[in-house]
């Protein structure tokens, strides 16, 4: 898949709206980002196009067709990864074994050659690793299912910004590699570093969307966007 596209995209959980009217093109190759505050809908508008949820009214598609039709597997099939919130290595396994639960072949080395720490750490069980190394896991085991849509939701969670700079040059390594990344990060600044085009979603609305460059130069844009002025 080139391009992923919402238009006047509606999401609600248990009959309440949440987001609506976004309109947004993660396009193959960048670094999307989608900012905003806590509640925002951030995380219902990646489920939504996951496959998680349905959206209530508007369009997805994937190149064109429709995929709001299909459930979450046949959107995967189609490439779409999700990183979900909260880390979910298999706790009990090694390293090993998480990236093999997954998939063998070239498509698990090459997600190894993103993070060459781990090779070192196979064989401990990934609930031994640090949050960081957990994080890596995770990202490694997405990589290994050759996604061309990937969603990453907070991957930083409770992660020190150090590590967070460790992980956020990975996600542009992957879209340079011509995945289509679109990212919902909480550490802003160090995601308009890494990003292209930038997306503020405040009260399930977008307050601002364009190039990620005048809102790395300028705080006050990025905090009007986030306070929806
Ligand atoms: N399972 C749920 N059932 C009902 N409402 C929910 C559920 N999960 C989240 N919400 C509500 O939906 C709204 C948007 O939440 P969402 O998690 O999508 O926001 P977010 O921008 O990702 O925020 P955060 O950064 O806190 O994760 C919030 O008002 C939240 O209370």
Redo the contacts with the bound molecule.
Sequence with gaps: MKELRLDAVSVG??G?P??RDVGLTVPAGEVTVLL????????????AVAGVLPITSGRLTGDGDDIAGLDRVRRARRGIALVE?GRTVFAQLTVAENLRAVRRGPAADRALELFPELRKRMDVRAGLLSGGEQQMVVLARALAMSPSVLLI??MSLGLAPVIVKRLLPAVRALADGGVAVLL?E?FATLALEIADTAHV?AG?RLTHSGPAAPLRKNPELLQAAYLGT
């Design positions: 959980r248990g309440a949440i987001v905003g505050p806590n509640g925002a809908g951030k995380t219902t508008l990646l489920e919130q939701d907070e919902v909480q979603l399930g």
